[in-house]
């Protein structure tokens, strides 16, 4: 899958907060395209993270449900851990550019 892998924790962990939110409610709420979100699910699905589920939204209607499968969960868990460290050496880094700059500008 070529997409960024915040892109694919995001919607995993949207799915895994609610599993009844269509397509284009997941592209609504993550600010992603339906063409984005339509794409990583299919990628995900391919992989077997994610299983499409039927249901009744009324007596009218069959909507979609994403469930994470537990490869699904366990992949998310993994995910989650790397996006972890990423974001607290991005955070580290700033911390000390922001010592830097502070030394710089006399404070």
Known sequence: MKENIE??????????????????????????????????????????LVKI?????????????????PNGIREKVKITRDYLKRRELEYERMRLEIEELKRKVGE
């Not at 895994?16 to 339509?38: F, I, T």
């Not at 990628?43 to 077997?48: A, I, N, P, Q, T």
């Not at 007596?59 to 449900?65: F, G, I, M, N, Q």
């Open 53 to 69: 589920e039927n249901f009744a939204r009324s007596s009218h209607k069959l909507r979609y449900a994403y469930v994470l499968t």
């Open 7 to 48: 892109d694919i924790y995001r919607v995993m962990d949207a799915i895994e907060k609610d599993q009844a939110m269509s397509q284009r409610e997941l592209s609504k709420s993550l600010g992603y395209s339906l063409g984005k979100v339509n794409y990583i699910l299919k990628g995900l699905m391919e992989k077997g």
